[in-house]
T-cell receptor, first 111, second 113 residues
Framework: DQQVKQNSPSLSVQEGRISILNCDYT??????FLWYKKYPAEGPTFLIS?????DKNEDGRFTVFLNKSAKHLSLHIVPSQPGDSAVYFC??????????FGAGTRLTVKP | DAGVIQSPRHEVTEMGQEVTLRCKPI?????LFWYRQTMMRGLELLIY????????DSGMPEDRFSAKMPNASFSTLKIQPSEPRDSAVYFC???????????FGAGSRLTVL
């Protein structure tokens, strides 16, 4: 039962342009959402998060948007840089600890 | 801060053998998670512990999988007997209970031939 879904396995963008990664969830009990970034042979690392009481959170080049009615969140990276090339995982958790992840989207930023 | 430490980083074994993966969480963290990464399902939650007690093991695929946390600084994930479909990267993560961000280890890549 995939409660967190990332329907795009891969995305390729040109350096300097915007990258938009999407995520959908099904569990209405989720109240905190996160994005993790993963490089090869490393563990996922935390990137940015958003609480369900907000609809936007910005940190430098990274912005996460949350649409609760659509059960959808997205990560915007602008401008995209080659070093952003990685697998991005969307994650969601309820009040308890059990964090659920999506299948990931591989982002490639071309110079 | 040494982070979450997992061992071995790579394991190649033959079908039917027992596999034990190990994890040392960050000191002071009292919640520990085991995830499995596959191409099809991404990061699947297998089991998590709070204060060394298993809270939710509904993600453990079958009885061949077991996990223990004998103390606050050590956990194991055991597969017995192993099968080729168990081949994946297994991640351990830890956090302080109630916190929203997990810290992951570098993972253990398991290949079952």
């Amino acid at each position: 039962d995939q409660q967190v879904k990332q329907n795009s396995p891969s995305l390729s963008v040109q350096e300097g342009r915007i990258s938009i990664l999407n995520c959908d969830y099904t569990n209405s009990m989720f109240d905190y959402f996160l994005w993790y970034k993963k490089y090869p042979a490393e563990g996922p690392t935390f990137l940015i998060s958003i609480s369900s009481i907000k609809d936007k959170n910005e940190d430098g080049r990274f912005t996460v948007f949350l649409n609760k009615s659509a059960k959808h969140l997205s990560l915007h990276i602008v401008p995209s840089q080659p070093g952003d090339s990685a697998v991005y995982f969307c994650a969601a958790k309820p009040m308890s600890n059990d964090m659920r992840f999506g299948a990931g989207t591989r982002l490639t930023v071309k110079p | 801060d040494a982070g979450v430490i997992q061992s071995p980083r790579h394991e190649v074994t033959e079908m039917g053998q027992e596999v034990t993966l190990r994890c040392k969480p960050i000191s002071g963290h009292n919640s520990l998670f085991w995830y499995r990464q596959t191409m099809m399902r991404g990061l699947e939650l297998l089991i998590y512990f709070n204060n060394n007690v298993p809270i939710d093991d509904s993600g453990m695929p079958e009885d061949r999988f077991s996990a223990k946390m004998p103390n606050a600084s050590f956990s194991t994930l055991k597969i017995q007997p192993s099968e080729p479909r168990d081949s994946a990267v297994y991640f351990c993560a830890s956090t302080i209970s109630g916190a929203n961000v997990l810290t992951f280890g570098a993972g253990s890549r398991l290949t079952v031939l």
